[in-house]
Each structure stands twice: as C-alpha cells, then as structure tokens.
C-alpha cells in the first residue's frame, strides 16, 4: 500500500517546476507527506512554515514532475542491434517479415521478465515515475502480466500494463489476450498497489469488429481505457479503406467506439476527417516521433491536433528510452515538417512529456506537482553552461539535457534513485539478464 510508513519532507532546490502551463519558480520547493504533494511555495516560507520538518537540499538541482512514458513496449529492448539478413522494405514488411516472427512469437516469461527488470530500471533511472506498456507476445499467455508484475514490484516504479491482444494467431488467441487483461485489472486493483491495468488490442488489419467491441465493452464494465494502434503508417488507413470502405477512425467511429475510452497510439496517417473525430470524440492520443521514423511511418500532425485540443502524451514505443531525446524529437520534427520554428515550443514538449501522458493514460493525480498530486518526481541537475533564467528553463532542459543528467527520483514519497543510483538494486544483474535473453532470442532466428 502507497503511504504505509508516514514519510514528510521539505525537498528545496534551485528551481520548481510544478507543471509546464506555469512558470518556473527560483528557490522554491516542496513538502511532501506520505506520498503526497502537500505544498509548494518558496524554500523559506516552508521552513518557516513547517520548522519540525526534515529538509533534503536539492541545491544544483531542478525540482520537476516525473516524467510519463505514455507508450512502451519493454520486451522491445531484446531485439535492439538483432541480427538480420536482409533489412524490411516498409511497414508490413517490418511486421510480417520481421516483428511478428521473430521477436514476438519467439516470447516467452522469461524474456519478458528480464526485459521488464532492465528496461524499468533504465527509466526510473532517467526521470521517468509513471509509464504505459503494452506487450505483444501471443504464445506468452497466459500470465504473461502477472510475469510483469513480479518483476515491477521490486523496482516501485507506477505503470500500467496491458497485452495486445491480436486474432493475427486465431480467434481464440485474440480472446485469451482480453481476459488475461481483465483478470489483471481486477488483480491490481485488489492490490492496491503503483501497477494496473488497462484493456488492448492490436489494430483493425488483425481483430475483427467483434473483438474490437468487445474490447471496448470489458473496459466500460472494468472503468478503464482501451487502447490501440492507430495508422502508424499508411497501410492501416489504405487496408481499412479497401477492406471496409473507410479509413481507420471512420470505421471507429461506425462501430461506436471512438471516444474519451479510447487511447490511439501513433495516429501519424491521419486525415482531416480523422482528425476531426478524433477532436470531436475526445479520443486520446500518444505521439513517439522518434519510432515513427524509424519504421518510416511518417510525422504525426501533432501542432494541429493540440490546437484542436486532442489529449496527447508522448511515448518511446520501446525504441529509444530517453525521455529527453524524445521531448527533442517531438521539439524539432514538427518545426521541420511545417517550416515553422514557433510551434511545439519547449513548454509545451515538457508538458506533454509530462502531465499530458499522465492525462492521456487516464490519470488524474500524476504529471504536475501541486497539492494532492502524487509526489512523483525527480531532480536535474541545473549546472548549464549558460545563464538559466525563468525564460528559457524549458528550453534548456529540452535541448542540453539527458537521461545522465537526473539525479534522484522520488516515486509515491519514496526514493527510488539517489546520487544516480537505484538503492539496492543489482542493475549489472539486470542489464547482464537481460543480454543473456536476447541471446536466447537471437538463437531462434
């Protein structure tokens, strides 16, 4: 249970951010109390506020929310730098040829615990306190979560978890997949603990409008939100159109289910239509700038849909984990893409990285640091090579900082990292695990 052991602190350090739609504050701080973010104000204020309490020195150092990956896949650290013999040509090629049979049906528990272990470990270590995966692995089940669970509970990082499920195997399989996410669900929320649940499934080229809806029904009777991919490339959108005479958010939309239930990964091949569904459904939405380009999928008119005030987290899709360099990406892509240097300013990318994950993932007390927020967050190191100022911190946190850079991260009032190190926690153990599965799964190719 989160708050067992009464914990209060005044954490003070060079600047607070409290949430990236307000401005940076020098010298101020705040308490927190069995895991909760009781107040912020200036350093000296709260010590006089509260002289009983302890205080932790963040002097050098930014206090900031933690980082939300919206959007992972952890067993995806397996296949980096796996050999191939000749590289896909496009995206069904990527899945078809490449994805699907050799690291997917290849998964097993074992892998898939070891990947958690580290992947977890590497972002915790980078700032990140909350994040979403959804695993893909249709031989795994059942228990394949439950694998996850284990593994996550030692490292006390909030996540939530789901299983793609995908009839790309059978029927049956597609079924499988939704009850082994229904019976998590249940099993976390009886836990109580920083992991749960939330309901999945592939895309519209591998369920049928019958796993789809229902889908959809077990998350309304669970209260949670269902997630898919969305036209991550331009095969989804031409296959929906040649297969149901719509494009991938129409037929969405015709089977009622484009709503604020949904979170739609991706969504890089969208058009005005589908965007405008999207808008108007209240659909959620996760951008990974840096994976859609390397399967070649395209950039995601992500400016154009924050203007139409779509939720929008950011993800990693299990590629690159840094959440600086995916705050980077998202930064510059679209200033390239609309030849325009003014949108995706850097509060606006730190905000996504931030408590717009947390939003898009359905959660409500996370991403910010203000009263009643859980306190997740972490420390940066402040020492630039050029003057911080109130005008310019988020572009310099943006554009000259890295995972290397985080110094400490707190998790429901805990500390997880201290001095860059996870207290009690064997990470060559977990890094020389998690190489010795990818080699277990490089042997099946």
């Given at each position: 249970m989160e708050g067992a052991r009464r914990l209060v602190t005044l954490l003070i350090g060079d600047w607070l951010i409290?949430?990236?739609?307000?401005?940076?504050?020098?010298?101020?701080?705040?308490?927190?109390?069995?895991?909760?973010?009781?107040?912020?104000g200036p350093g000296t204020v709260l010590k006089n506020r509260y002289p009983a309490d302890d205080v932790t020195d963040a002097s050098g150092r930014i206090i900031a929310p933690g980082f939300v990956d919206a959007h992972t896949h952890l067993y995806g650290m397996l296949a980096h730098g796996i050999p191939l013999a000749s590289a896909p040509v496009g995206f069904w090629s990527f899945l078809d040829d490449f994805w699907w049979p050799?690291?997917?049906?290849?998964?097993?528990?074992?892998?898939?615990?070891?990947?958690?272990?580290?992947?977890?470990?590497?972002?915790?270590?980078?700032?990140?306190?909350?994040?979403?995966?959804?695993?893909?692995?249709?031989?795994?089940?059942?228990?394949?979560?439950?694998?996850?669970?284990?593994?996550?509970?030692k490292l006390g990082i909030r996540a939530i978890l789901s299983f793609e499920a995908t009839e790309r195997v059978s029927s049956a399989n597609g079924r499988l997949g939704l009850e082994e996410n229904a019976r998590?669900?249940?099993?976390?929320?009886?836990?109580?603990?920083?992991?749960?649940?939330?309901?999945?499934f592939h895309t519209t080229f591998t369920c049928s409008s019958g796993l789809i809806r229902r889908a959809f029904?077990?998350?309304?009777?669970?209260?949670?939100?269902?997630?898919?991919?969305?036209?991550?490339?331009?095969?989804?959108?031409?296959?929906?159109?040649?297969?149901?005479?719509?494009?991938?958010?129409?037929?969405?939309?015709?089977?009622?289910?484009?709503?604020?239930?949904?979170?739609?990964?991706?969504c890089v091949q969208l058009s005005e239509d589908e965007r405008r569904i999207i808008a108007e459904r209240g659909v959620r939405c996760v951008h990974m700038p840096l994976s859609n380009g390397e399967v070649g999928g395209g950039i995601a008119p992500v400016p154009e849909q924050l203007a139409a005030g779509v939720t929008m987290g950011l993800g990693s899709d299990g590629y690159i984990t840094d959440p600086f360099e995916v705050m980077r990406g998202a930064f510059l892509l679209h200033k390239a893409r609309l030849q325009d240097p003014q949108v995706m300013p850097a509060h606006q990318v730190f905000g996504l990285a931030t408590e717009g994950g947390a939003r898009a993932l359905g959660l409500n007390d996370v991403g910010r640091l203000a009263p009643g927020q859980k306190a997740d967050l972490q420390l940066i190191d402040a020492r630039f090579s050029t003057p911080a100022r109130?005008?310019?911190?988020?572009?310099?946190?943006?554009?000259?900082?890295?995972?290397?850079?985080?110094?400490?991260?707190m998790v429901a009032g805990h500390w997880r990292v201290r001095n860059r190190e996870l207290p009690g926690v064997d990470t060559e153990r977990l890094r020389a695990r998690a190489a010795e599965q990818a080699e277990r799964l490089w042997a099946k190719i």
């Open positions: 409290t949430s990236a739609d307000q401005p940076p504050q020098t010298g101020w701080g705040v308490r927190v109390v069995d895991g909760l973010i009781t107040d912020a050799l690291v997917e049906d290849a998964l097993d528990h074992e892998m898939i615990m070891a990947a958690t272990e580290w992947v977890a470990a590497e972002l915790l270590a980078s700032g990140v306190t909350t994040f979403y995966d959804v695993l893909e692995g249709p031989f795994s089940l059942p228990d394949a979560l439950f694998a996850q669970k284990d593994a996550l509970d998590f669900i249940e099993a976390c929320r009886r836990d109580d603990g920083l992991v749960r649940g939330m309901m999945c029904e077990m998350a309304a009777d669970l209260d949670v939100l269902c997630h898919a991919h969305v036209n991550e490339g331009t095969h989804e959108p031409d296959w929906c159109l040649a297969n149901k005479g719509k494009r991938t958010l129409e037929y969405y939309d015709e089977l009622g289910v484009a709503g604020p239930r949904m979170l739609a990964s991706q109130r005008h310019n911190l988020f572009d310099q946190l943006v554009l000259w900082r890295n995972r290397h850079h985080v110094t400490d991260v």
